[in-house]
């Protein structure tokens, strides 16, 4: 009996062979295309950061799947759309591939032409089209180039393999390593509890008031602190970059390769050599120091496991691929969660602090997580603990006033650039006032646990931040031209039953913190250190080293420390302008109404304002018309009083032309809040803008 004939939609079986192999084809060069945008450039990335999966708590599984997620997804869904019009006809599936190639090709020539081309934007667009329909015509004309993509099909996978087994990030996804094992306890000495809080991005210049010594007016619980401990002036950090200047800080030993701050990378450590006689209470952040047989219940600073970094890799891609400079850096999305994110409840036996000035009831939701969770371990125990916080504080983004309200911050806004760096450096100062209150909280904790007289409590940063025009941040240009800023850091020591202060101008740097403190500790170090112990030893150089890279030590001139305390090395920024016009109200100045429209970022945020809900739209940004010149003055008034005035500016990357702050809590009333911006002109008059 013959063979029924197939249905006409069905092909035979030579043309399904063809048609499998057409479209394995087809997947093999959407897969090296993807590869080349996608997966390396975000393996790339995160292989060299991984800080990144330290700070959200990811381990090999979330790391391993987000790798997946980096590599599998995209191509089977451009593959999968194509594939779709196969029955439509080859024609179409033929285009339908040709357009997928073309646009693949177009963002890596955007990728690529940030690097090469000077062109961004607009331009940078045009270019990258014209580049993938360059690019996808070879590949409909000539069958080698389809052949060399197939080729590149393997990429993805090396990519991976690199990233797991050779990147910096591959501690986190292989962990293993043996250290010395803990210190010997020195059995003639005592083991005071150890108090130890890193603070992040702090340079020493922020704290400081023109006569040298720490601001007391504007950071009280500072001064409380130097005046009661052993302030250490003369400290620098040994890196920018706290993935090696933590390590190093907690080692003893300076950076000497790129490695992830993970127990496996540095089995010898500050957590190590305590914990065969401490008791640990650790809280890290973008690192994990503290191996888990010893910091079981390590608490994460961020959670929500795979989609939270999915969010943030997702985050990171759009950087890569817009055509403008945007810093494709994970560190930008670290932020300390806050106690009502982390859902933790108010420890009902904690008493309430003694500042009137903060206002920790009704603002408690907003502190960091992890400094709950510290104060909250701050009591007496019968064995010796040691209690250590890295706290990301005052680390960017900025968003706390001193008394704990939080504001939002526009997306971009920029932190260099003239009047941009003088609103980066302000709230910058703002945010360390709220660590201000957070260190009083420390020390007012320790002190009605009856910790304090016993403990050595220490108190530092990591680094600093340059805010020098120019070269803001923490990169080479900036330790370059402003060391003063990036390497002088903070550095509090009080000694179990120190009462009075003093003042210790010695050469300190950061490998020396584990040697002094487990000398106080009563701990024996069982591995070199490159470390000294104070108030004993001293370096004979006068220089500081510093890495900018770890194999490639700086000697930053120790002349430097002058500059520092004399005021010398703070940024030369300009004073805001009018500042007796901050608190007048409109009503007593002379105002007229101006044709000039005004543009505000989120100006519905002041319809409805909750101060009780620990948030203020404090930060306000826009753009006004480019015939309004440079240089001229914007006040910024809410309900009838004036809280900035802020210079206009060239526009930034989205075209806004000016940045104020409105640090006045007093300004805002629950509800409804009227904004009002005005032009300056000579004198106090003011020329009213239509929003």
């Known amino acids: 009996m013959a063979d029924s004939p197939a249905p006409p939609d069905v092909p035979p079986r030579g043309r399904l062979s063809r048609w499998w192999r057409a479209e394995l084809a087809a997947l093999l060069e959407i897969v090296a295309l993807c590869g080349l945008v996608v997966t390396q450039p975000l ?3 995160t292989g060299r950061s991984p800080d990144f999966f330290l700070f959200y708590g990811a381990g090999p599984v979330e790391v391993l799947l987000l790798v997946a997620a980096f590599t599998v997804p995209l191509p089977l869904l451009v593959w999968a759309v194509g594939a779709f019009t196969r029955p439509v006809g080859p024609a179409v599936r033929a285009a339908v591939h040709t357009v997928s190639v073309g646009l693949l090709l177009a963002a890596l020539a955007i990728q690529v032409g940030k690097h090469l081309l000077p062109w961004r934007g607009p331009t940078l667009v045009l270019v990258s089209l014209l580049v993938g329909t360059v690019g996808a015509y070879a590949h409909r004309r000539w069958r080698a180039a389809g052949q060399l993509l197939r080729i590149a099909s393997v990429g993805p996978l090396v990519f991976v393999l690199l990233f797991v087994f050779a990147s910096p990030a591959s501690a986190v996804v292989l962990p293993a390593g043996r250290g010395s094992g803990p210190g010997a306890a020195n059995g003639a000495a005592s083991h005071p509890p150890v108090v130890i809080l890193v603070l992040d991005e702090l340079p020493l ?14 950071f009280p619980n500072f001064a409380a602190l130097a005046g009661g401990s052993t302030w250490y002036r003369n400290a620098t950090g040994v890196s920018g970059w706290t993935p090696y200047a933590l390590p190093a800080m907690l080692t003893g030993r300076y950076p000497s390769s790129a490695r992830a701050p993970h127990y496996s990378q540095y089995p010898d450590n500050l957590f190590t050599a305590l914990g065969g006689t401490y008791d640990l209470r650790v809280q890290e952040s973008i690192s994990q ?14 959670s929500g496991g795979l989609p939270e970094l999915l969010r943030e890799s997702a985050g990171l891609l759009r950087q890569i691929a817009l055509p403008v400079d945007v810093p494709d850096d994970p560190e930008s999305s670290y932020r300390e969660a806050t106690r009502q994110e982390a859902q933790i409840e108010e420890q009902e036996e904690q008493p ?3 500042d009137p000035r903060f206002g920790w009831g009704a603002l408690d939701a907003n502190q960091p997580a992890r400094f709950t969770r510290f104060l909250a371990d701050l009591r007496p125990a019968d064995k010796p603990t040691l209690h250590f916080l ?9 968003s706390y006033l001193p008394s704990g309200i939080r504001y939002d911050s526009p997306p971009g806004v920029p932190n260099d650039g003239d009047g941009w760096v003088e609103l980066a450096r302000e709230r910058h100062l703002l945010q360390l006032g709220y660590t201000d209150r957070l260190i009083g909280e420390t020390l007012r904790t320790l002190r ?8 050595l409590v220490v108190v530092t940063a990591d680094h600093g931040l340059s805010f020098t025009p120019g070269v803001q941040g923490r990169g080479r240009a900036a330790i370059d031209r402003s060391p003063g800023e990036v390497a002088w850091v903070p550095l509090f020591v009080k000694e179990p039953g ?27 170090v069982p591995w070199p250190v490159e470390g000294l112990v104070a108030p004993g030893a001293r370096r004979e150089r006068s220089e500081k080293r510093f890495h900018d890279q770890p194999t490639f030590p700086l000697l930053l001139p120790g002349d430097t420390f002058a500059d520092v305390i004399s005021g010398a090395a703070r940024p030369a920024l300009r004073a805001p302008p009018s500042p007796e016009l901050v608190g007048r109200r409109v009503a007593e100045l002379s105002v007229s109404d101006d044709r000039t429209g005004v543009s505000v970022t989120d100006r519905a945020a002041f319809d409805d304002v909750d101060p009780a809900g620990g948030r203020l739209p404090a930060l306000v940004c826009g753009t006004v018309p480019a015939s309004v010149r440079t240089g001229a003055r914007i006040a910024v008034a809410v309900n009838g009083r004036i809280g900035a005035v802020v210079p206009v500016v060239d526009p930034d ?3 806004r032309r000016f940045g104020a702050l409105l640090s006045d809590e007093s300004l805002f009333v629950p509800g409804a809040n009227r904004l009002e911006l005005f032009l300056v002109s000579d004198g106090q008059t003011l020329h009213r803008l239509h929003l």
Do not use: F
């Not at 120091?289 to 961020?302: I, M, N, Q, Y």
């Open 289 to 302: 120091l503290c191996p888990p047989s010893l910091c079981a219940e390590r608490t994460a600073p961020a």
């Open 43 to 45: 393996l790339d990335v």
């Open 448 to 455: 009605e646990t009856g910790l304090y007289d016993d403990a």
């Open 352 to 354: 309430g602090p003694t």
């Open 653 to 655: 990357k989205r075209g």
């Open 390 to 398: 890295h706290l990301l504080m005052p680390h960017t983004p900025w």
């Open 205 to 218: 210049v922020s704290l400081l008031g023109d006569d040298g010594r720490v601001d007391a007016s504007r």
């Open 498 to 524: 120190q009462r009075d202060g003093r003042v210790d101008d010695r050469n300190w740097e950061h490998v020396d913190l584990l040697p002094t403190i487990a000398d106080r500790a009563g701990v024996e």
